[in-house]
């Protein structure tokens, strides 16, 4: 990875700063829904070894208000797992770095944008939100 270590915090943060603001939707749907119980779960657990756990303690809900949440979350908690791993900012696909722009604008790509334009016409479908 050719990433700066000062680069590399910076979208570290840009991760951490998404991954609480998405907490806190999924904390305001429950507290406007019938769903109050599950709000403790948020606050139990705790953020150190949340971050894992979170994404899939909330899909384990099954709500469809916080469905939504739970594929970003995931995509968030992989993105650390490759800062973990030092794999992060390598396509996926091709090994190539991906450009410090795209990061910037998707902290949590994993593909460098001539493999996700390669991708997508593969699987074309993929974009096409869910109704
Ligand atoms: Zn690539």
């Known amino acids: 990875m050719s990433l700066s270590q000062t680069h590399l ?14 907490l806190e939707e999924v904390r305001g749907e429950l507290e406007q829904s019938e ?11 705790p953020a150190d070894i949340g971050d894992q756990s979170m994404a899939d303690a909330l899909a384990d809900l099954n709500l ?12 968030i908690e992989a993105a650390r797992a490759r800062v973990a ?25 994993k593909r460098c944008h001539a493999c996700q334009q390669q991708r997508e016409r593969t ?6 939100p869910r109704l």
């Open 9 to 22: 915090a910076d979208l570290v943060r840009l991760l951490d700063v998404r991954h609480a603001a998405l």
């Open 35 to 45: 769903n109050l119980q599950y709000i403790e779960l948020l606050d139990r657990v």
């Open 64 to 75: 469809a208000i916080v469905d939504r949440h739970v594929r970003e979350l995931r995509d």
């Open 85 to 109: 791993d030092r794999t992060y900012g390598v396509c996926v696909d091709c090994g190539d770095d991906i450009a410090l722009e795209r990061l910037r604008a998707w902290p949590t790509a």
């Open 123 to 128: 699987f074309s479908h993929e974009g096409t």
